[in-house]
Structures are given as structure tokens and as C-alpha cells.
């Protein structure tokens, strides 16, 4: 039977259909494309030399979303059709409420009406907001600080009200750090619309030419070289860690919640010298403002996921550097 996946067309989405369909399992897709191209469904198919239905739809559309179930029998789902970008979420905060909450109560609804109630859900560290103390552990407290930070708290308490209606429901909630890389083939990567919010992105595109020097969102925060430090993981690791949460949830009921996270921080300049060093490409920079909302630090106690899925990141940041570039240095345009 198969595991429908949400976004599957997006950047984690995408790696994570390749790791399903090289682990033998059989997935139908849906995504909107709001945020990806038709295209990256042909290059998973290359890569994994295997086909899987797919289905060009909006999770908003109720009947979309009763067809897909009605013609498959899906056994779970993964979740990971949403909006993501921060700034955005602050500008049209309603667009990310209706998007994401919405999106998620109709796929629930649909999932219920089929008897499917086994999920895996796209948190995000951002729920954490600012952290009392790093590395950050499952049960510190949730302080969200922005509509996109909201959303994924606010989802996150559904999942736990629609367990605790029904105990049938296994749901898993990972909250991912931040993810970088792409697949080593690099046929799939990240592939932004317009300027990249994000730090692995902006540099790539500054190292193949399309912008002209690195902004350092400011050098006074307290950590050891005053630029922020986060927790940056291999986009293949997450996806692996999907593998791992689609097992724990068809293992039983239940609502389990893990950090997808290295356990180590680094500072974005440690980013521009590791990548400067591996790829041998030059990073110029310039050190600007800091960023409203950005925090000092930020990065997982990943243990959790370890103890009891068995699972923790393998990649380090040389790999995810070398990746991405060579994502980015083969697909100047992205998916274009
Ligand atoms: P992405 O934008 O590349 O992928 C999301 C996909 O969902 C896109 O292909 C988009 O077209 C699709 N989509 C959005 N709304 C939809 C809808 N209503 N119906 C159907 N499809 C829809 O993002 P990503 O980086 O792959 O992130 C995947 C998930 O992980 C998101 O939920 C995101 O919030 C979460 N997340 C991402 C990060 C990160 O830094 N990338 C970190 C933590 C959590
Ligand atoms: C990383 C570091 C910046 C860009 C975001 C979301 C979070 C999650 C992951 C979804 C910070 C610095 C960045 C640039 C810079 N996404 N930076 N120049 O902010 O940790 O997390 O993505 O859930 O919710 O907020 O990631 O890559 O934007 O920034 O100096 O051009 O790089 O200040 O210290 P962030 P990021």
C-alpha cells in the first residue's frame, strides 16, 4: 500500500521521495507546485529508476484531495506541503494560516473519511522561538515568533487534539534545524523562487555568479566569532529520518515528537569557510545589520532520535557544502 506524500515536489519532499522509493516503498505524490516545478518529478524518477503516481493538486481542494484517496489505497502520510518563508509570513500572515492550517485540517479530514490514520509531520525547530539554553530538547517550552512559527505550533496541537479524540492516530512531529545540501547526484537540490531568505542558497548563487557578495546579518551576537550559529543538516539525512518516523508510526499509535538535527552549531562564517574550502570557490562578504528576529543560537539535542528511532545525522558540513554547490554549479536556473 502506499504513502502518499505532500510537497513531495519541494526541496526536502523531493529527497525524501528518492530514499522511499530506494527503500521499496510505493508513493503517491500531491503538490500544488506553489513553491516547485513539474520538472524535479522526472529527475527523482531518474534517480531512482523507479515511477509513482502523482497528482497536481491543492490539499484546499477538498475534492482533489477525496479523489486521490478514493483511486489509492494509502497506508500514511507525510506531510510536508506548506509555506515556509518567514518574512513572507509576516507581510500576509493570512495566506500562511489558511495555507498551512487549512491545508493540514482538510488532508486530516480526507485521511479520517479513509480510515488512513497514520502521519508524519514537518515541524520546525522555529517552534522553539528563543531558546532558553542550547542544544534544544523536545520538551523545552514553545515560543514561536513569527505567523510561519505559529502555524507549525498550531499544527502540531491539532495533530495532539485529533490523537487525543481518537487513539487509533500514530503521529509523528519532526522538528527539522536546518536543512542544506542536496542529493550527491545533483539532479535535486533547493532551487528558490527570486532571492534566497535562506544561507546555503544565497551563498551558492553568489558562488555561480548570480549575486555579487554574501550580507552577514550581523557580527555582535554571543557566540564564538559573533555571527549566528544554527544547526545545518544534509538534506539526505532529514529524509532518511522520514524513513525512520514512517516505521515508529506504523508501529502503533501514539503522538512522538524528535528533533532532526546534527547536535552541533555552527556560526555562518564557519559556513563561508568550510564551503570556501571545499569547493574552492571565493565568498565575498559583507557584514550588515542584523535581521529582525534572528537568534543568537540555535541547535538539537538530537538524542532523542537516536534512542528511539535509531536514527542521527551521518553527513557533516564539508558534505553538505560539496553538495549543494554541485546541485547549484549544475542547475545555474534551478529546475528552468
Ligand atoms: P518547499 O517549499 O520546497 O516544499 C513544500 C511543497 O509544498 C512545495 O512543493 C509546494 O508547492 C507545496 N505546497 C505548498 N502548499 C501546498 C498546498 N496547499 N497544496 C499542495 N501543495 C502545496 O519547502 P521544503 O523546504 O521542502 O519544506 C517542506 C516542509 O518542511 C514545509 O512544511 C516546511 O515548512 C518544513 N520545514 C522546512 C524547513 C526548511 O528550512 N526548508 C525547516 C523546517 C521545516
Ligand atoms: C541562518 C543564519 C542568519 C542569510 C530559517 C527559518 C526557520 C527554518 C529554517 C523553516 C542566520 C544568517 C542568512 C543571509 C546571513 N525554516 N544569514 N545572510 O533563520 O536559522 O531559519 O530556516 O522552518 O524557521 O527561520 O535560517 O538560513 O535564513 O539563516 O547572514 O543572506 O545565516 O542571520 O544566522 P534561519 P537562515
Known amino acids: 500500500m502506499p504513502v502518499l506524500v505532500t510537497g513531495g515536489a519541494g ?8 530514499e522511499l522509493l530506494n527503500a521499496g516503498y510505493d508513493i503517491v505524490v500531491v503538490d500544488n507546485f506553489s513553491n516547485s516545478k513539474p520538472e524535479v518529478l522526472n529527475r527523482i524518477k531518474e534517480i531512482a529508476g523507479r515511477d509513482f503516481k502523482f497528482y497536481a493538486a491543492d490539499l484546499l481542494d477538498r475534492n482533489g484531495l477525496e479523489r ?21 509570513s509576516v507581510s500576509i500572515p493570512l495566506k500562511y494560516y489558511y495555507n498551512n492550517i487549512t491545508g493540514t485540517i482538510e ?26 539554553s ?16 505559529r502555524t507549525k505550533y498550531m499544527i502540531e496541537e491539532i495533530l495532539k487534539d485529533l490523537y487525543v479524540s481518537d487513539n487509533e492516530w500514530g503521529v509523528v512531529l519532526l522538528r527539522y534545524f536546518n536543512p542544506i545540501g542536496a542529493h550527491e547526484s ?16 544565497y551563498i551558492t548563487q553568489v558562488a555561480v555568479g ?3 557578495k554574501l550580507n552577514v546579518f550581523g557580527n555582535d551576537y554571543n557566540t564564538h566569532d559573533g555571527t549566528g550559529v544554527r544547526d545545518y543538516i544534509h538534506v539526505i539525512d532529514l529524509a532518511k529520518g522520514h524513513l525512520k518516523a514512517l516505521e515508529k508510526v506504523m508501529r502503533g499509535s501514539g503522538v512522538d515528537i524528535y528533533n532532526l538535527g546534527t547536535g552541533t552549531g555552527y556560526s555562518v562564517l564557519d559556513v563561508v569557510k568550510t564551503f570556501e574550502k571545499v569547493t574552492g570557490q571565493v565568498i565575498p562578504y559583507v557584514i550588515t545589520d542584523r535581521r529582525p528576529g534572528d ?22 558540513l564539508e558534505d553538505m557544502c560539496r553538495d549543494s554547490w554541485n546541485w547549484q554549479k549544475n542547475n545555474p536556473n534551478g529546475y528552468e
Open 134 to 149: 542550547v542544544p534544544i530538547k523536545e520538551d523545552f517550552p514553545l515560543g514561536p515568533t513569527n505567523p510561519y512559527g
Open 295 to 316: 537568534i543568537d543560537m540555535c541547535y538539537a539535542d538530537p538524542s532523542k532520535a537516536f534512542d528511539e528511532l535509531g536514527w542521527k545525522a551521518e553527513k557533516d
Open 107 to 132: 488532508l486530516c479530514e480526507a485521511m479520517a473519511r479513509h480510515g488512513v490514520k497514520k502521519i508524519v509531520f514537518s515541524s520546525s525547530a522555529t517552534v522553539y522561538g528563543n531558546p532558553k
Open 210 to 212: 548570480k549575486m555579487d
Open 186 to 201: 545533483g539532479r535535486i537540490g533547493e532551487d528558490p523562487n527570486g532571492i534566497p531568505n535562506n544561507l546555503m542558497p
Open 11 to 18: 526541496y526536502i519532499g523531493s529527497h525524501t521521495c528518492v
Open 68 to 88: 486521490i484517496f478514493s483511486e489509492n489505497c494509502i497506508e500514511a502520510v507525510i506531510h510536508f506541503a506548506g509555506l515556509k518563508a518567514v518574512g513572507e
